[in-house]
Every structure is written in C-alpha cells, then in structure tokens.
C-alpha cells in the first residue's frame, strides 16, 4: 500500500517533465537534421566539419590521456611517440625513413702513463699526442657517440699515426673496453703510418647504445716496438666509428634531434585554446559592447552618450593594423605566451563591435521589435528576448572563422621572435626556429605550416556551412540543389499536364 502510493504521483510530474524537455529536444532533432542536409549537399562543410571534430578530439587527447593514464596505471602516458622536448634521435632525419647515422667521435676524457699532449689525439692537425717508451698506454674514455636506438650495425676504431713522429718499427695496439674499463678486449695492432686505419670491431659483441655510451666505451692505446728497436709513437687522432639506424619518424627530425611530429601534436592544444580564447573574449567583449552601442544610440540620452563613445574608442583601435598593433604591444610587454596573448586580445574586440552594432541596428527596427515596443516590454527584455536571439547566427559564423584568424595572428607574433618562450611547441615558433633550414631540411617548415593552413582551412569551411545551416535561405537553397538531378524532368512534367 504504501509503494503504491507513494509511486502515483510520480506519473504527473514525468510527463509534466517530459513535455517540457520535449521542446528541447524538438529543436536539438531539427537542428541534427538541418545540419545532416547541409552537410550531404556541401562537401566541403563536410571535410571542414571532419576537420575541426579531429583537431579537437586530438587535442583533448593530448591533454587528458596524461593526467587519466597517470590514475589509471600509475604512471603517465602520452598520445606522442616521442617526448617533444627530448633530444630522441639523430638531428635531421627526413621524414618516413630509418636514416643510417654515422659516427665517428674522439674521446673527451683520458688517463695516461707519460703520452705527451694526449689530448692532441683527439682531432687531426699534425701534432699528435707522443710515446717514446715501449709499453706507454693512453687510456681515452668519454666518446660522445649520441646514439639512441639499439640498432648498431657497426662498430670501428679510427688511428691515425703520424710519419713525422713515428720512428721504424714503432707502432700501436688498441684494446676495447665496453663496460667501463672492467673488462678488455684482445689486441689490435695498428702498424700503418700515415693513412687513417679502420679496425673493425663489429663482431667483438652485441654492440648497443649502453655499450658505446659515455660511461661505458673505454680504448687503451699502448706503445709496441719489433725486437730490438726503439723510438717514439705518434698518435694524431684516436676515435672511434659507429653506424646505427635511426628511429622512423612521421615528420622527421628537427636540428636538435627532436620529433617533429611529437611536438606538432603537443602544439595543438596551445593553439586551439588561444584561437578560442582570443576570439571567444573578443566576442563577448566586443560583443556586449556593440548590443550596448546599437540599441540605446538615440541623440541626447545617457545611452547616446555611451554609444558614442564606445564607437569612438573603437574607431581608436581600428585605425591601426590589428596585426602591427599586435606586434607593438607584443613587444612592448615583452615575449612570452601570456603578453602574447594579451596583445592581441586588446586589438581584436572592435571587429565584434562593428559587427554587432550594425545586426543591432538592423534588427530593432523590425516590426517585431517596434510591437514589443508599444506593448511595454522593457527595453533590457527587447534587448536579450528579440534582439539577441536574431543576431547570433552571423556572430556565431564570425567567431567560428576567426578562431583560424586568431591562429594566424599569434603565429606570427611568434614567428618574428615576440611571442611564446623558444622552448615551448608552437607551431609559428617552430616556423620561426627553422627558418633559416627551409632550404637544406624543408620539412621542417613545412610540416609547421601545413598544420597552420589545415587548422585556419577547417574553421573556415565549418564558418561557411553553420552559416548555410543558421540561415533558412541558404539551407533550402542547398537542400534543393542536393535534389537527383533525374527528380527535374518528371517534376516538369507534372506540371506541364
């Protein structure tokens, strides 16, 4: 008895909730269908609408995966093959390639019995570092080999002895330590003057980045003399080869050895958020002024004034190239992404009050507008009910465009040095970092760039189709051209019988 009557009142007030949400949920079908039929008769809407779900979705992914993976699994994983900041691989890797890399490195650091100038044997240039007793060792270590990837095909020692140093039958042999010194190698003799010898030490173990690492590579270099003779050794240069294959990159490598197509990625969120900052700011900003300037402009009131006024501010503002205003104001504050991103905010807001006072102007004086008028409703009521409601579709088709507009403008405040700090991904900063490589290493400006164009293409394209959607005008005149071409004659037909 009491589930049951507990339970009767509940059917009222569902369908009471019903029939209001039904209302909404009227408008959300209508719209869905609008938009399906705009999209099949407009391909491009369609790639632009593609286009901007992607980059966005991508974007939140770089984001948010981090942050949930970390919860999760205890440790962060990122969407990014690479860490966009990391010096990941070799510098300059063309893009869809594994790129052989070839090394060949000096040591850095060294230890030594009575070897003079040893650190002469480290580059080429004539000297050389010298031994004048058999059974001298020169042990180098610290070879700056930078490789990154277990894929070494092959591992060498590079000798050079000079004539004029080196007396008869003195010569070298070099042993290889691959774990720090613990362990050596057998001997081997280099008895070649002059030339640069090459002993291949490939098949001396499985060679990896741990075993030619910094820390790990070890050569000793000792003075050997034939039976019965005597004299000096010199050693001119000591290093060691190295050939490995690099990682495969979808954009290749930058200068640094990062990837480029990790920071790419990294990149995209920064700017979606600015574009939509910038020009959500500028919309509501801008926005809420021209509603203010257009509907109380009558000559001699409080609300004249201020209309005035406000259009005289702007008129201010846009007297001036929002891009060199942009740029003077950037650089007045000084780089970075915060006074970056102030300095286009404050020149981007008139455009929106342009915009929103002439729809304003054109709106309030409909008929409409003129009834709601003479029956009394409030001027703040007209303002937000009929005024508001009827000039949204151009502010939203005009935000949405901006948005690539915005992109635009703060990559190139980034570009010319101003905008976000050198270590941040930005796409208009990697531009500007890889300038001066367009010619040998293309892809690094390209990559960039396209990113930006593809960006500011999509918004674009979807600005041009919410418009066809927002506007019955133009969403029947879409509509009935999408109609089968083999649907005119029969209709013609019907009408001339």
């Not at 990837?149 to 000079?162: D, F, K």
């Not at 009558?298 to 201020?306: E, L, M, N, R, S």
């Amino acid at each position: 008895m009491d589930s049951s009557d507990s339970g009767t009142p509940l059917a009222p007030n569902l369908r009471s909730l019903l029939r209001s949400v039904g209302p909404a949920f009227g408008v959300l079908h209508l719209g869905f269908r609008n938009l399906l039929k705009v999209l099949r008769a407009n391909p491009l809407t369609l790639i632009g609408f593609v286009l901007v779900v992607f980059l966005s979705g991508t974007a939140l992914l770089v984001v948010v995966t981090p942050p949930v993976t970390q919860v999760l699994l205890g440790s962060p994983v990122s969407i990014t093959p690479f860490d966009p900041n990391g010096l990941v691989d070799e510098k300059n890797i063309p893009p869809w390639t594994n790129a052989p890399v070839l090394r060949n490195e000096s040591f850095q650091s060294n230890r030594t019995s009575s070897w003079t100038n040893a650190t002469s044997a480290n580059r080429v240039e004539g000297i050389g570092s010298v031994s004048n007793r058999t059974g001298d060792f020169l042990v180098a270590t610290n070879f700056p080999m930078g490789i990154t990837r277990n894929s070494v095909e092959s591992v060498g020692l590079a000798v050079w002895l000079t004539p004029n140093g080196t007396d008869p039958g003195q010569y070298v042999a070099v042993r290889v330590s691959f774990n720090g010194g613990t362990t050596w190698s057998p001997k081997y003799p280099v008895r070649a003057v002059g030339p640069e010898v090459r002993v291949d030490v490939t098949n001396l173990t499985m060679w990896d980045s741990s075993k030619l690492s910094p820390t790990s590579l070890y050569l000793n270099v000792t003075h050997e003399s034939d039976g019965g003779t005597t004299g000096n050794v010199s050693l001119d240069y000591l290093g060691v080869t190295a050939t490995w294959i690099s990682y495969w990159h979808l954009m290749g490598s930058d200068t640094s050895g990062r990837d480029i197509f990790s920071r790419l990625l990294v990149a995209l969120p920064l700017d979606l958020a600015i574009g939509f900052a910038i020009a959500g700011f500028a919309l509501f900003l801008g926005g809420g002024l021209g509603l203010v300037a257009g509907f109380w402009d009558k000559p001699g009131t409080i609300g004249g004034v201020i209309s005035l006024t406000i259009m005289r501010v702007t008129d201010v503002f846009l007297a001036f190239p929002s891009l060199v205003l942009a740029l003077a104001i950037a650089a007045t504050l000084g780089r970075g992404t915060g006074p970056s991103v102030l300095a286009v905010l404050l020149t981007w807001w008139p455009y929106y009050v342009r915009l929103t006072r002439g729809e304003v102007l054109a709106v309030k004086h409909q008929p409409y507008v003129i009834a709601a008028k003479a029956a009394g409703v409030s001027g703040g009521r007209i303002l937000f009910r009929h005024v508001l409601r009827n000039i949204l579709e151009p502010l939203i088709v005009y935000f949405t465009m901006d948005v690539g507009t915005v992109l635009v403008v703060f990559s190139t405040i980034s570009f010319v040095g101003i905008g976000v700090p050198a270590s941040v991904p930005e796409w208009g900063n990697m531009i500007e970092a890889y300038g001066d490589y367009l010619l040998l290493f293309p892809w690094m400006v390209i990559f960039p760039g396209l990113a930006i164009f593809v960006t500011v293409l999509a918004f674009s394209l979807l600005g041009d189709g919410l418009r066809d959607i927002l506007d019955p005008r133009s969403r029947r005149a879409l509509t009935q051209a999408a109609i089968p071409a083999a649907s005119v004659p029969a209709s013609s037909a019907r009408s001339e019988a």
